[in-house]
Structures are given as structure tokens and as C-alpha cells.
């Protein structure tokens, strides 16, 4: 909550209370509808830092998700180089002649 917002509503509920003692209903509903105005500040500007810390949570999830989803690319890309490296290794090793044109996988 805003400090100023804060003490505005306190100001008009002290200067309420004394229109009150002194029976003037007229002071009394402005002080009321300052109020309710300082309310209405509060509790919007309540809502904007909500708005504020649920924009940046879901930014920051958004980042952790794609930094894991990276890493998780690039496994799989170096899971897959490393099979592949293999199966090309034993396909040599079992071929037994690695210089036939139509078993050369460079």
C-alpha cells in the first residue's frame, strides 16, 4: 500500500470525525467520498502490483522453461550424434571394408 495513499485516508478520516463532532453532515459526506477515492487508489494500485509480481513470475517460468527445454534439445541432439557415431563405427567394424562408395556415411 501506498505511504501516501495511507496517511491521505487517515487524514480524511481524523478530519471525518471531527465534522462529525461538530453535526455537519454536509463535511462529513466529502470526507466520506475522499474515503472512498483513497480506497479506490489503494486497492488499484494493490491490483497493479499483483498484476506486476504475477507478470514477472511468468516471465521467470517462461525463462526456466526454456532454458530446461535447451538443454534437453541439445542432449537428445548429442545422444542422437553419439548413436549415430556408433552405428557407423560397427557398421565399418562388421562391413569389414569401409572403402565400398555405398557404405560411406562421411
Known amino acids: ?3 501516501f495513499q495511507q496517511e ?3 487524514f480524511f478520516e481524523r478530519a ?3 465534522w462529525q463532532g461538530y453535526d455537519n453532515p454536509d463535511q462529513v459526506s466529502i470526507c ?3 474515503i472512498n477515492l483513497c480506497n479506490d487508489e489503494i486497492a488499484e494500485i494493490e491490483k497493479n502490483r ?3 509480481v504475477m507478470v514477472a513470475i511468468i516471465l521467470f517460468g517462461a525463462a526456466i522453461t526454456t532454458v530446461a527445454f535447451v538443454i534437453v ?3 537428445l541432439a548429442k545422444m542422437n550424434n553419439q548413436v549415430t557415431s556408433n ?3 560397427l557398421l565399418r567394424v562388421v562391413a ?3 572403402d565400398i562408395p555405398s557404405l560411406r556415411f562421411d
Request: charged share 40%.
Open 1 to 3: 500500500m501506498s505511504l
Open 96 to 98: 569389414g571394408v569401409s
Open 50 to 52: 499483483m498484476i506486476a
Open 87 to 89: 552405428e557407423r563405427t
Open 16 to 18: 471525518k470525525s471531527k
Open 8 to 10: 491521505a485516508k487517515s
Open 32 to 34: 466520506e467520498k475522499k
Open 73 to 75: 534439445i541439445k542432449k
